[in-house]
């Protein structure tokens, strides 16, 4: 299939209906470090998946390349520029937990710094394998966020992360750094806080309904739209930078 | 065209007499600080203009704040006084007229420091750690601006224990910048509140990030007619972004790689934070300093690198320009990025002046 050159630019106009190809490119693709060429494309290093499943691809890629880059592991993510965090990965930090190993030490207390360190070890690398497994409330959860066409659903965006089994991620069994020393005995994060070890009820009722949508769903409903969306859609073209992130309505669809 | 690799002091005018001899631990022939601090370097200032003589103030985690007097013209060095608080310290700010210091740290206080009569008072206080503290000088009022990971944003005219205005975050503050008439404060889960502080502070705007991980450090720059217009962050995965407050086109936001190494392990880069940005005060060129351990210069209307350093033997925590813009200090200790594991408690923690003016030129513009 013929390649969308403006894609390739950084921008297409169609997105999801453009008749030529969008190919995934990982928003951290390329060990190139050249600022110049970098700067040039500024909308491209984000990279604009035009399909739900890039999306979920590239996420995939981006744990691997986080897991494997000895990143500092205890940070929130956001899968696209300019949007949201998803809910459930927070920021940690080193200041803080630098902090608490200090205190840690004053108070000689060592194994309670330990203690919180390998469970927040644990509970990240978890996590990152569930984002790069795709769990099915992140499923539900990211059309809203993306904008896709791909459902108009609302889930509660408490717990992306649900009610995981043990964590499957094959982590090795040494530092998270790399390093030399293991850690002591390294927990699954069993009683991470109620959110993400038993899985929020609302959550997991949203992920009861398909996460690929029927048409039924495709839609969204006149009271989801803002004003600036309603003018979008009835515009001829839309205004870059005011692009609606959620589906027309039916109505608008109706020829 | 790169500077580097054309031997550290030589290749700019020197300001500074000696030179040091290269080692590992000083790869860039720098001017070591003498009786740097016993542990990692949390912040690092240099005297404003008010001051006629040069000091450069760092903070650490042992608790303590120093302070050197440094020689423009040979880059000596000599410690002045120091002075602790009640626990690790993560912020120091100049008051404009230089004649007191405030530390913030991780016993929940600010204490401003007076140098003329070397005593310290207490004179603002959080729930939780104070990341950050920051001097503002308005013309109809001054105060000093303090950020906690107790998520707020106090304001505090120094004669009153209470503060003057609290201001809730949305998140624990983790990084923040003044630059009269404006304030930009960074928090945790990657926000961004950009203050306005003219007759009074409020709140300006929130804008979104175009960095997708934790941010690490902020830093405002000015417009040509040398008005404060936008900010730099760096985030924990080797990225800047330079952001406008009001882009007049939205590609004068951009984002750049930094502080990343060649994909060695399977192919993977190793990412590395970026620890601190500062702006040069006269050029408007940035400086950049990361957990790799070394430090870059960059300037963002050409969009391009003027030089990377080499590395050094731990991270670089902190960096500071002087006034005149002649001299950049780059603080070299462990920021913690590895954990617990990685840290040495007896290796020695550097502080390092290099002569910068000249590297730190904009690229002409071809």
Redesign the interface.
Known sequence: MVVCTYYNQGYCRYGDRCRFDHPFKG?TAG?G?N??A???Q?AA??GTPSSFNELLTGIANEMK?WE?????P??????????P?IPGL??????????E???SKVANTPDA?LQF?NAKVAEYRQKRASLHNASPEMRTYMPQTTGSTFGGQTPAASSVFGSQPAPAAAAPAG???G???ALPGAQPAGGGGGLFGKGGAPAAGAAGTQPTAAPADAYSEPSELSEQDREQFAAAEFT??KVPLVPPTREMCAR | MTMFGTGGLGASSSVFGQTAAASTANPMKDIEVVSPPDDSV?CLEFSPPAVQQTFLVAGS?DNNVRCWEVDQNSGKTQPKAQQTMG??V?DVAWADDGTKVFMSG?DNTVRCWDLASNQTVQVAQHDA?V?TVHWVKAPNYTCIMTGS?DKTLKFWDTRSPNPMMSIALP??A?CADVDYPMAVVST???GIIVYQLEGQPQQFKTQ???????H?CISIFRDKMNRPTGYAIGS???RVAIQYVNPAN??D??????H?S??T?????????VNDIRFHPVHGTLATVGSDGRFSF?DKDA???LKTSEAMEQSITKCAFNHTGQIFAYAVSY????????YTPTKKNYIFLHPCFEELKPRPKT
């Open positions: 928003p060990a470090a600022y110049r970098q700067a040039q500024p290093a984000a390349v494997n880059s000895k990143q500092w205890f940070s929130c993510f956001s899968p696209l520029k300019g949007q965090c927070t920021d940690l930090s080193p200041e803080e937990v630098r902090a190993a200090y205190k710094y360190f530092s998270v750094f390093g030399q020393a870059l930078g | 949390s985690w626990g690790p993560l991780c750690p990341k990971w998140e624990r983790y945790a889960n990657r979104e990030s175009s960095l997708r991980y934790q690490r924990v995965e080797g939205p590609k936001n951009f984002t750049f790689k930094c990343r060649n994909g392990n399977q192919g993977y880069q190793d990412i590395f934070s960059w969009r391009t690198k920021d913690w990025s590895k954990g617990h594991e990685f």
